[in-house]
Structure formats: C-alpha cells, structure tokens
C-alpha cells in the first residue's frame, strides 16, 4: 500500500476485514481508492444523560497559598503559570 492509500482504508484490510486493494495502476492518474464501510455487529441507539440535579455544590478556586505538581516535559503549560502568576504580581 502507497503513501495515496489512507490509513483508514489500511487498517481493516491488515486485519482481514476487507479485501485488500488492488494494485494500483501507477501508468496513469487514478482517482481516489474505492472506499466501503466495515460492517459493525450492530447499530447503537443514541444516549443522552439527563443533567444533575442542582446541589449545594461549592467551588473551589485558587489562592495566593495554591500549589501544583506538573508531571511531565510540559514546558508550555508551566511557562503560561508563571506568566500568569507574573501578571498577577503572585509573591510565592
């Protein structure tokens, strides 16, 4: 399979869902691969959740005393908090 086969169209032919492709004809400009849905075991009905109900829920916000661990090379995220804390002229 070329770099023109999608990997969608890869994938179920590795697994034996599909036939796979034929080869190409690369003498000549091809349009776009032939495409088929995978047949699914059945169709799910859609869910909805209804919403909560309103509680005496309190929110929790940040205070000058709050801290954080930042796990991971998230260098972006933990420059954007120390500028943020550098805007808001934060001492700690």
């Known amino acids: 399979y070329g770099p023109e ?3 969608t169209a890869v994938v179920p032919m590795a697994l034996g ?3 796979p492709l034929p ?8 349009g776009p ?6 047949p699914g075991a059945g169709s799910k009905t ?3 959740k209804p919403a909560p109900a309103p509680s005496a829920h309190t929110i ?5 005393a709050t801290t954080s661990i930042v796990y991971g090379l998230q ?16 001492k700690k």
Request: aromatic share 4%.
């Open 75 to 90: 260098n972006r995220a933990v420059q954007g908090m120390l500028d943020f804390d550098f805007m808001c002229k934060r």
């Open 17 to 19: 869902l599909q036939t």
């Open 33 to 38: 691969p032939a495409r088929s849905l995978i």
């Open 23 to 30: 080869e190409p004809d690369l003498s000549q400009a091809a």
């Open 60 to 64: 929790v916000t940040a205070t000058p």
């Open 5 to 7: 086969t999608h990997i």
């Open 46 to 48: 859609p869910t909805t």
